[in-house]
C-alpha cells in the first residue's frame, strides 16, 4: 500500500515515521493533519456541515463520481457546492470508517454516507453509499478537498488497495 495507514486507535509510531519523513518535525506534522480531519469529521458525523474555520481561503473543492462531477475555488463557492449538494437529502451525516495518512500532506478518510433524498425519498443506502475524502493539508488549513462519491475511483487514483 502507497504511504501509511492508520485505523482509529492504531498510528505508527513516531520514531518510524520520523525516519521514514526524514525528521520529528514531519512526525508532528502528519500527527496535526490527522487531528485537523478528524475534527472536521466530528462535526460532519453530526450532520454539521457549518464550519469552514478549517479550509484555506483559496481551498480548491472537487466532486468527482455522481450525476455530475465539479470543482470549485474558495471558501465561498466550496459552500456553495456543498449547499447544493446536502440541498438534495433530508440528511446527509458522514460516518469515517478509517483514516489513512498518505504523506505529510495528504490524508484519505474512508467514508460511509446515509440519509434519504428530500425529492425521492430513496435511502442512501440503496444508492452508493462507500465514499472517500482526501484532504490536501498545508499551514494547519485544507488547501484542497476530493470528495470520491465512488471509493473505488479513490483507490484507482491514488494507486492504492482497498
Known sequence: MGGFSSIEGSNPSPSVLSRAFGGRDTWRVVAENLDLVRSIYAAWERGDYSSTDWAHP?????????????????????????????????????EAEEYRELDHQRVLVLVQNTGSGKASGLEIGEMQSKVASLFHIAGGQVTMLVNYLDRDGAFADLGLEE
Open 58 to 94: 483559496g481551498i480548491e473543492f472537487v466532486m468527482i463520481g455522481g450525476p455530475e462531477s465539479s470543482s470549485s475555488t474558495g471558501v465561498i463557492d466550496m459552500a456553495k457546492a456543498w449547499r447544493s449538494w446536502l440541498g438534495a437529502w433530508e440528511e446527509f451525516p458522514a
